[in-house]
Every structure is written in C-alpha cells, then in structure tokens.
C-alpha cells in the first residue's frame, strides 16, 4: 500500500523574468511588471510530497523529521532571501519561473531520498499561482 506524506515550508525571494536576448520591450510584453529590472519579491510556499510503502518496522513512508531537515538544508537555507537572478548558480543563465524552480527544488531534493520513493514539489509563488513538478 502506497501513502503519500507531504511537508511544507516556505522561503522569501527576489527575482527578475527576463531574457537577456531580448530588449526592454520583448521582456515588458511577455513578462509584464515581473521583468521590472529592480526585481520584485514573493513569499514561496512550497510544499513537498513523498509517495511510498509504509515501512512495517517504523510505520513511516519517510520520517518527517529528516525530510523537515532536509528540505531546510537544501531548499530554504540556499534561497531564503535571495536574489534568485545574482545569487543563486542556477538562475545566472535560467530564468527564474516557478516552473524552473520547482525543478530546481526538485533536483536538489531527490539525490538525498530513497529510490523507491517518489517525489513531487508544489510551489505556490502566490496564493492563486502554484506549479507541480514531480520528475516527469
């Protein structure tokens, strides 16, 4: 019998949507005030999802306390307050989306779990605008 468990978190970021190949107005037109090139900010929350057999010895699909800690380490401690653009490695060539967050989140996240688990990540940018992305 498969159980999905969930945990949530949160972290506050700034970004900029932009491409660098475009000009001003290419990135006004497709990304409207998100493209502001002095950034803006958004209040994540994020909520982690882990699908897998309950284990008989402990009753635990995964024990939350080591994905609590594991998602401060690899999550909120490299993007809490961060300029996602400037300061983090993988938004200096990719725009930083909640779609390419997710999968960032993602990558980071699913080295550190067992194989036979899976893992899936949704990221609410803001109350009404939330991605899912589960490795597919």
């Given at each position: 019998?498969?159980?999905?468990?969930?945990?949530?978190?949160?972290?506050?970021?700034?970004?900029?949507?932009?491409?660098?190949?475009?000009?001003?107005?290419?990135?006004?037109?497709?990304?409207?005030?998100?493209?502001?090139?002095?950034f803006?900010?958004?209040?994540?929350?994020?909520?982690?999802?882990?699908?897998?057999?309950?284990?008989?010895?402990?009753?635990?699909?995964?024990?939350?306390?080591?994905?609590?800690?594991?998602?401060?380490?690899?999550?909120?401690?490299?993007?809490?307050?961060?300029?996602?653009?400037?300061?983090?490695?993988?938004?200096?060539?990719?725009?930083?989306?909640?779609?390419?967050?997710?999968?960032?989140?993602?990558?980071?996240?699913?080295?550190?779990?067992?194989?036979?688990?899976?893992?899936?990540?949704?990221?609410?940018?803001?109350p009404?605008?939330?991605?899912?992305?589960?490795?597919?």
């Amino acid at each position: 019998m498969k159980v999905t468990v969930h945990r949530k978190a949160h972290f506050n970021a700034a970004h900029r949507l932009f491409r660098k190949d475009w000009d001003d107005q290419r990135n006004r037109d497709i990304f409207g005030k998100c493209s502001n090139p002095n950034f803006h900010g958004h209040n994540y929350e994020l909520i982690v999802s882990v699908t897998g057999e309950i284990d008989p010895e402990t009753g635990f699909v995964v024990d939350m306390k080591l994905l609590k800690d594991l998602i401060y380490s690899e999550v909120e401690t490299y993007l809490d307050h961060k300029n996602l653009n400037v300061e983090v490695e993988e938004f200096k060539e990719m725009n930083p989306t909640a779609e390419n967050i997710s999968v960032v989140i993602w990558n980071k996240l699913r080295p550190n779990l067992k194989k036979s688990l899976s893992l899936s990540v949704t990221l609410y940018e803001t109350p009404r605008n939330f991605v899912t992305y589960d490795g597919s």
